[in-house]
């Protein structure tokens, strides 16, 4: 039901969040230009920036958006908040104010344990840096970015297409807790994957920074995963936005 409302809904959701990420991308690049990168270039006027992220992201969003709610639609997962908006009924009908809040909190208290573990790593095992960070308000920007399109990526996209594809092998008609999971595990391992470039701009890639990325990137995807299993992606996203805002706003990882 409200299949057509919520699939246009998260694709606009999809493209805010990917030009969102526009004013951070653009300041990673001035700064790695600053820092001798001659391979990077930026673009003079960011209209042309707005044209070819818009244009992309509603491509790549369309797809994210056929996969995740129609694909894999008998997964049972998908967007139930976004969907009630277009019902009668209230939305604490489907979810309580105090689960979508012990869900925040929860990232909350993952971004806190994972800045701590961060600070005892610079005490034992400082790791070299090669590139100063876009300031705090870049960062603010970015979480709202990532916290929105890397849920609808993973979660809504990529977990959800493993599940169903596990639900289509096993031929059952809803997906067991260990299939679940096993979605949950595998798009936490290409969450982490897919920050590697990311971190190589701040740190060199040595095993113990790619363990590092890799390990803390699992934590949070998983996190997310169970979240977005249990609450629905809306929840997923806002949880994923307030890790990012503790994480990175908050505190300093790489300062």
Same mark, same amino acid.
């Given at each position: 039901?409200?299949? #057509?409302?919520?699939?246009?809904? /998260?694709?606009?959701?999809?493209?805010?969040?990917?030009?969102?990420?526009?004013?951070?991308?653009?300041?990673? $690049?001035?700064?790695?230009?600053?820092?001798?990168?001659? =391979?990077?270039?930026?673009?003079?006027?960011?209209?042309?920036?707005?044209?070819?992220?818009?244009?992309?992201?509603?491509?790549?969003?369309? /797809?994210?958006?056929?996969?995740?709610? #129609? /694909?894999?639609? $008998? %997964?049972?997962?998908? %967007?139930?908040?976004? =969907?009630?908006?277009?019902?009668?009924?209230? %939305?604490?009908?489907?979810?309580?104010?105090? =689960?979508?809040?012990?869900?925040?909190?929860?990232? %909350?208290?993952v971004a806190l344990v994972l800045l701590g573990l961060f600070e005892l790593q610079k005490e034992f095992y400082p790791v070299s840096h090669k590139l100063a960070r876009p300031s705090k308000p870049f960062y603010a920007l970015v979480s709202f970015s990532a916290g929105i399109t890397e849920e609808i990526m993973f979660r809504l996209g990529l977990m959800s297409l493993i599940i169903a594809a596990l639900q289509s092998i096993k031929q059952v008609q809803n997906p067991s807790n260990s299939m679940v999971w096993t979605g949950i595990l595998i798009a936490g391992l290409f969450f982490g994957l897919i920050h590697l470039p990311l971190s190589k701009n701040f740190v060199e890639l040595t095993p113990f920074t790619v363990g590092v990325t890799m390990v803390g990137n699992l934590i949070t995807g998983t996190t997310f995963g169970w979240i977005y299993w249990k609450r629905g992606l809306l929840v997923a996203i806002l949880s994923h936005v307030m890790f990012d805002l503790i994480f990175h706003v908050v505190g300093s990882p790489y300062g």
């Open positions: 039901m409200y299949r #057509w409302q919520v699939s246009i809904t /998260v694709l606009i959701l999809f493209m805010v969040g990917s030009l969102l990420n526009i004013p951070f991308s653009r300041e990673l $690049k001035r700064l790695q230009i600053e820092a001798g990168n001659t =391979a990077i270039k930026l673009n003079t006027s960011i209209l042309t920036d707005l044209w070819t992220i818009g244009i992309s992201s509603l491509l790549l969003g369309a /797809v994210l958006v056929f996969v995740g709610v #129609w /694909v894999t639609s $008998k %997964a049972n997962l998908g %967007a139930p908040l976004i =969907a009630r908006l277009f019902s009668q009924k209230p %939305a604490n009908k489907i979810i309580s104010n105090e =689960a979508i809040l012990s869900s925040i909190l929860l990232s %909350a208290l």
